[in-house]
């Protein structure tokens, strides 16, 4: 460009018709000083004296001299600076517009210097926007990668591709942007192109379906199923349900249990093509015909807890209304009963017809797991017990008043039976057992009138089964994990040891805050040796109080994983006043903890040890000589 402009600016300098001068006139001098004049250049001829050609070439001289200086200047500085210009210089992004959430995408990065001049320290930024994936790793804010070029030599051209996903809820606009930094050489100022590109999400492959009853009873519990598919083959990391109920809801459990509030469940990474499910049951409070909404979202949670973005959501939709026919049961008098192996069971099965309308042959049935039952125990007045499907059935022909059941009528029926005696876990799986039991009443002639109102009733209670623990005190002289010292008998102004050892075995399920304590006697001494060392025991000098904290005692403890051990010393000096006599080594072992599946506290006490060390010293050797 700068070429082009010094060319036309010296044609114009040189240019005749911008250059020339007009021509002087001719004319005669006749004055005797002409002589002179001839001596000092002038041309004589004919009388006449003629000065224009001269003239004229000294003046030309002048105008390509100036020519001259303006054209060096000019050149001078063009040539001074490196001739540069930054439009010379393009970029291009291009990439899908719209993509599924978690789709694997492509955008692809051209760069081109349409320049004469080389860039140096060519490097390219591109940054991700918030929920991407790529090279391995997960960003859930804007994270900008760095790619170093070098050099970008003039008319050259390169490419960069960048692979990865992009996570985000439907119709979330995802900006992706560039920005190319350089420096032209010579210049040695940096520039910056910056460009953008927008990518939208389109659809989310991740879905909810909600399976609820169309209708159901106020106050009787009831259950919805939400499944979770992702119907895709990318992974979603960090996934989360979330609900929310109407205020008529009351919830009562689920199926993974939820994380806190009972309405959020931790699902953790959804693999591609995965689907799953959440189990919820509770009761619906409100007026009858109402319509009851719960509304649950799936989507992602930030690590650090401050964000959810959802991804996709549904809602569920129930009728309250009376059933027909209700049953409820209880057992023991309670709906949140525990029992022990070997306790009797006595179920309260409830009856009520809650319409205006009298419904007639009703009939009750009670179907039982049999796996944890003693069903020889059965005692059912008034039933019949079917074998083959573990059922006990109650019709009118043994209670009379199921014929017909008056507006309003209510009545109940009973039975018992006894859990078995004693239960061994085989494995992992007999862990936080119970005993279930279904019952359901229906009829076989409903009235026209109530045709449209559920008369089939279904109730289901269960009843935990606690942990049966075993705690006992021992102590020994010889072969345990402790070795001791001094003489057995006990000798007068001898000390002698002993080895305390407490044991914890236990079945079905884990035990929490167990603490076990004992006291030592004043001339009883702790020795401080204890097996093993990184026991959580510890001796309190001032009260006497030996304390151990085993944490928690695993279901299977001594069946199908070691029992829970801790073996500690102690020693006693013998004084005149003992001789003949055995001594109190410690106090009565008190166990204390809390079943962790039926939220009962368990207690156990272990009876004192003296030197006879419970008859296993024989009794010559338990007692002081002198």
């Not at 002179?36 to 002038?42: C, T, V, Y």
């Not at 991740?206 to 598919?229: C, G």
């Not at 009298?358 to 007045?381: A, C, G, R, W």
Request: aromatic share 10%; net charge negative.
């Amino acid at each position: 460009m700068a070429n082009n402009d010094l060319e036309k600016l010296e044609k114009k300098v040189l240019s005749r018709k911008w250059g020339e001068s007009k021509q002087m006139p001719e004319y005669e001098v006749y004055k005797e000083s002409d002589l002179s004049a001839k001596k000092l250049g002038w041309n004589e001829g004919g009388g006449k004296r003629i000065i224009g050609k001269s003239f004229k070439s000294f003046k030309m001289l002048w105008v390509l001299l100036l020519s001259l200086i303006f054209s060096g200047a000019i050149y001078f500085y063009y040539s001074s600076s490196p001739i540069f210009n930054q439009k010379s210089i393009k970029m291009y992004i291009t990439g899908p517009s719209s993509v599924s959430s978690g789709e694997a995408v492509s955008y692809k990065v051209s760069y081109r210097n349409d320049s004469n001049v080389i860039l140096n320290d060519v490097n390219l930024s591109f940054e991700w926007p918030a929920g991407s994936v790529f090279e391995g790793a997960e960003y859930f804010k804007p994270v900008k990668i760095e790619k170093k070029i070098g050099l970008l030599m003039p008319n050259q051209e390169k490419v960069l591709i960048l692979d990865g996903r992009i996570y985000g809820e439907k119709d979330a606009v995802k900006h992706i942007k560039v920005d190319l930094k350089y420096i032209p050489a010579e210049l040695g100022e940096p520039y910056i192109l910056s460009e953008e590109f927008v990518t939208s999400i389109g659809t989310v492959p991740i879905f909810l379906n909600i399976t609820i009853p169309k209708q159901v009873v106020a106050d009787k519990e009831s259950e919805m199923l939400i499944e979770y598919v992702n119907d895709s083959d990318a992974s979603f990391s960090n996934m989360e349900i979330r609900a929310q109920y109407s205020s008529g809801f009351i919830f009562a459990s689920s199926n993974p249990n939820p994380a806190k509030s009972n309405n959020l469940w931790q699902l953790g990474t959804i693999l591609g093509n995965e689907s799953g499910f959440v189990t919820i049951r509770g009761k619906f409070n409100g007026l009858e015909a109402e319509n009851q909404l719960i509304s649950f979202d799936i989507g992602q949670a930030e690590p650090n807890g401050d964000g959810f973005s959802s991804f996709a959501s549904a809602i569920a939709e129930t009728r309250l209304a009376s059933s027909a026919l209700l049953v409820f049961q209880t057992v023991n008098g309670s709906r949140d009963a525990s029992a022990n192996f070997g306790d009797t069971l006595t179920y309260k099965i409830s009856y009520r017809n809650t319409t205006d309308t009298q419904i007639s042959n009703v009939i009750m049935f009670v179907q039982l797991e049999d796996k944890l039952l003693d069903l020889k125990t059965l005692s059912i007045p008034w039933g019949s017990f079917d074998g083959r499907t573990n059922s006990i059935i109650w019709n009118q022909s043994g209670v009379p008043e199921l014929s017909v059941l008056d507006p309003g009528e209510e009545g109940s029926v009973t039975f018992s039976v006894r859990v078995n005696q004693n239960f061994t876990p085989k494995s992992v799986l007999d862990k936080n057992l119970k005993i279930k039991s279904s019952a359901q009443i229906a009829s076989g002639s409903l009235p026209e009138n109530l045709s449209g109102l559920p008369v089939e009733d279904e109730d289901t209670l269960y009843v935990k089964l606690q942990t049966s623990l075993g705690f006992n005190a021992t102590g020994y002289y010889d072969d345990g994990q402790i070795g001791n010292f001094g003489s057995l008998p006990p000798m007068v102004g001898s000390e002698t040891s002993y080895a305390i050892s407490w044991q914890v075995v236990n079945t079905i399920n884990d035990v929490k805050d167990a603490v076990i304590t004992a006291s030592l006697p004043l001339n009883v001494k702790w020795t401080g040796l204890v097996y093993p060392k990184d026991a959580d025991i510890s001796y309190d000098k001032d009260k006497g109080v030996v304390t151990w904290k085993p944490g928690i005692i695993f279901a299977g403890s001594g069946f199908i994983v070691p029992s829970q051990r801790v073996d500690f010393q102690v020693s006693f000096l013998p004084a005149i006043a003992h001789v003949g006599q055995q001594f109190k080594l410690i106090s009565e072992s008190t166990f204390n903890g809390v079943d962790a599946f039926t939220n009962k506290e368990i207690n156990r006490i272990s009876s004192l040890i003296d030197s006879s060390l419970k008859g296993i010293i024989k009794s010559d050797n338990s007692r002081v000589i002198q």
